[in-house]
């Protein structure tokens, strides 16, 4: 707020003004390089949704074996072509993983071939113990010589099982078996270079080759998603006839940034078009709009230097709720402003509103404050970046309020407007005033529809609320799943033990209900499919020694057949144990497992085309073992901090209405009344899908930002002034929620609409609280 129109009696400021201006601009100045450095050095923006969700504390190791099995999908892009004729499809897949590779930020994935060599080398000394189910059943129940028959025909077959290892060390192929009992099922061959995978569905037979590729960094680096984002733009174009399914956490990641700057520039440009309008409109002038957005601009910059140095980094998704703070902060500006032309002074201007301004923006401030003690880290960094934000806004007006001066004789057009906008209010307010019952009844009678609304809505505690990603996107990811049968991320069995081999046990266990269950449909994988048990190997040794290799074993027939002299393979004494895998790229096959203390935990994953419901019942009876439903847990743990937080906003409620009374006397109820009905208003609205963890969080703000107007009422009476004031500060708040309301991402969406007819309903029915009282001194004065 620099000086404008200087009056006849301007006055130099006096030493503790100065301090003050002084103090700001020092703040300011510091605020607008940090930002600058960061922004330009660090890049601290990102569009990780998952660091936005809370973590369930109850179980940390699972959660610890939840990421990390995510984890190891954060760097892969896979993509699959349609194609029918191969012939025609090799060129697109050619091309577009040329335009992939390009820009050098994805690297070619040659994993496979590096797994196949490690798991070759891993069992070498050990195949001589390991079996699969298929196999140790078939040797307990055919006799030697069928087996030295078939083995005897397999040595010569073009179409029998790779051998891995040589005869003299592995005769019957058991290495071989073991090693594709680990293949997936999946009808894949290879052409000329590229995966060619067989979907069949529903007796429909269709074919995808498959690219893919590996990120050299986070898929959350903007550059890389702009990257991967152009080259499927230009691959359509070029190939605009081409089916493709695309899955990999890049493209959701790159789908939450295009959103979430889209809402950015929609709410903040949208809110401050809407009051460079207001405030020309008002105040005729260039100087108030200067002075507004430097009270916007400090604002920002505030918010964005607290929230970096508590979090190192922001979600953009943040800066797009933040966006609504430049709403918010325009209002103590906007106060400061008609106040100012009211009384010809801006020194006056902050004396008259200290107060108010005070209430307003603590009781802001700590309604953010109560946001960020919920545990989701996203909610954490828009209370802080809000709640800053404010402190930010509030600051600069009373410190640059001596420097606005306004000439003693110019033409007030504020006041003017402020006088001719008022008159609207007096031809609707006074006939409302005149049936105070009526009145009554109505209020009652909207309370009342709006609590039977919130009732029948009931509660939406689904995770869909916290989506981001497109439907179309989200639907190839599952399509993609399906085909390439990808483990499931939201639904796995779940064991803990505490020794590996009793890990392994229960796993073994569990994997022979599964078997059992006999669905073709249904897969998984677990650690004991590549390292059995102790007690398992021991069997399967013996088994192995006494049917191939003893006195009477199969290997005696198969030399006979071959004319040849053999011998049984060395045996090897030590067992395969869950220290002997090595992280390389076999990470990224088996299942993790995680040891903690003293207790051994490991993941069961599940694929398949369809749900099991047996599945649920299938760990009964079963110690350590445990199906876990990632989106039933997440959707629980949102509705228990629905509940938690609900209880929060009542306490609050009834804690500011007793603050109120106390300092307000009889005139607190006055300003509390209408906010709660204003609330129940908003949530009555909000309840067609269900109240949501996010429209009980939006309440809290409904407090801070809708109290504001019941203080200046309350403080300076319901006059023209006021009323300007309290219209033009919460036109800029509905506008700016009311374009969040807007928002694609539900929970964006969910705060806007809350918050939109919440403040709507507070400026509307507000001042029925409010009647004129001409026989009675003004509050202040009597108070």
């Known amino acids: 707020m620099n000086q404008t129109d200087s009056s006849t009696s301007a006055q130099p400021l006096s030493r503790r003004n100065f301090l003050y201006v002084l103090g700001w601009l020092l703040v300011f100045c510091a605020s607008a390089t940090f930002c600058l ?16 969700l809370p973590k369930d504390e109850r179980n940390p190791g699972l959660h610890e074996l939840s990421v990390l099995m995510a984890s190891r999908f954060e760097d892969k892009l896979l993509i699959l072509i ?24 994805l690297s070619a994935s040659n994993v496979s071939q590096a797994i196949q060599q490690e798991l070759i080398a891993l069992y070498r000394p050990f195949s001589q113990q390991l079996l699969s189910a298929d196999r140790r059943l078939w040797l307990q129940n055919t006799g030697n010589e069928e087996i030295a028959e078939q083995t005897y025909r397999d040595l010569f077959s073009p179409v029998a099982l790779p051998r891995p290892y040589g005869f003299a060390e592995d005769p019957f192929n058991l290495g071989g078996a073991w090693l594709a009992s680990l293949v997936p099922r999946l009808k894949m061959q290879e052409y000329q270079g590229f995966p060619l995978v067989i979907d069949e569905q529903n007796g429909v037979s269709q074919s995808w080759l498959l690219v893919t590729a590996r990120l050299n960094s986070s898929p959350f680096d903007m550059a890389t998603q702009k990257d991967v984002t152009q080259a499927l733009d230009k691959f359509r174009q070029q190939w605009p006839d081409a089916e493709i399914l695309t899955s990999g956490m890049i493209f959701h990641a790159a789908a939450g940034t295009e959103q979430a700057t889209q809402e950015i520039n929609t709410v903040g440009l949208g809110s401050a078009i809407a009051i460079v309008l207001m405030v020309l409109a008002v105040f005729r002038r260039a100087t108030p709009l200067l002075a507004v957005f430097l009270s916007m601009t400090s604002a920002y910059l505030l918010a964005l230097t607290v929230s970096l140095l508590m979090f190192g980094r922001i979600h953009v998704i943040t800066l797009a709720f933040g966006s609504t703070l430049l709403g918010v902060a325009g209002d103590y500006a906007i106060h400061f402003l008609v106040t100012s032309h009211a009384t010809r002074s801006g020194l006056a201007a902050r004396h008259h509103l200290k107060h108010a301004m005070a209430i307003g923006a603590l009781t802001g401030i700590g309604a953010y404050l109560l946001q960020f003690t919920t545990p989701f880290p996203g909610l954490q960094q828009m209370a802080i970046f809000c709640a800053a934000g ?3 806004a509030w600051m600069t007006v009373l410190a640059l309020a001596p420097l606005y001066r306004v000439k003693a004789k110019s033409v007030n057009s504020p006041i003017i407007a402020a006088e001719r906008f008022f008159s609207l209010a007096q031809r609707f307010y006074p006939l409302l005033w005149a049936k105070p019952r009526a009145v009554d009844a ?31 996107l989200l639907a190839a990811e599952g399509k993609v799943q399906r085909i390439l049968q990808q483990p499931s991320v939201n639904s796995f069995f779940y064991i803990e033990a505490k020794s590996p081999e009793q890990l392994l046990q229960r796993t073994q266990t569990l994997s022979e209900r599964l078997t059992a269950l006999n669905d073709p449909n249904l897969r998984w994988q677990s650690l004991q499919q590549y390292i059995p048990s102790q007690a398992q190997q021991q069997a399967d040794r013996t088994l192995i020694a006494t049917k191939l290799y003893g006195d009477k074993g199969a290997l005696k027939r198969l030399c006979e057949k071959l004319n040849a002299e053999c011998a049984q393979p060395p045996p090897n004494e030590n067992l395969l144990k869950p220290e002997d895998l090595k992280a390389g790229s076999m990470g990224e096959l088996l299942p993790p497992m995680l040891q903690a203390g003293r207790e051994w935990k490991t993941l069961v994953t599940l694929s398949g085309s369809g749900p099991n419901t047996k599945l649920d019942k299938l760990a009964d009876g079963l110690e350590g073992v445990r199906l876990v439903n990632q989106t039933e847990d997440l959707s629980d743990l949102l509705g228990r901090y629905r509940g938690s937080v609900s209880v929060i906003l009542l306490l609050t409620i009834s804690l500011l209405t007793i603050g109120l009374t106390l300092g307000y006397r009889q005139h607190g109820w006055r300003m509390v009344t209408p906010l709660v009905i204003a609330m129940i208003i908003a949530l009555g609205f909000a309840s ?11 309440l809290l703000l409904i407090i801070g930002i809708g109290l504001d107007t019941a203080v200046f009422y309350t403080e300076g009476g319901f006059n023209a002034e006021s009323w300007l004031a309290s219209s033009l500060s919460c036109g800029t708040s509905i506008i700016a929620f009311g374009l969040l309301s807007l928002s694609a991402v539900p929970v964006l969406h969910q705060f806007g609409l809350i918050i939109l007819v919440g403040i709507l309903s507070c400026w509307l029915i507000t001042p029925l609280f409010f009647r004129p009282r001409p026989d009675a001194l003004p509050f202040q004065e009597s108070h």
């Open 442 to 472: 109505l209020l009652l009678f909207i309370t009342a529809v709006g609590i039977v609304a919130i009732v029948r809505g009931g509660v939406n505690d689904a995770i869909v609320n916290l989506n981001t990603s497109p439907a179309a």
């Open 37 to 52: 450095w960061q922004v330009v050095v660090n890049k601290p923006f990102h569009s990780n949704l998952l660091e936005l």
């Open 688 to 698: 067609l899908n269900g109240i949501t963890l996010f429209h009980v969080m939006a």
């Open 82 to 105: 349609r194609s029918d004729n191969p012939e025609t499809t090799l060129p697109q897949a050619k091309d577009l993983q040329t335009q992939l590779l390009a820009s050098g930020r």
């Open 390 to 392: 404010i402190f930010g």
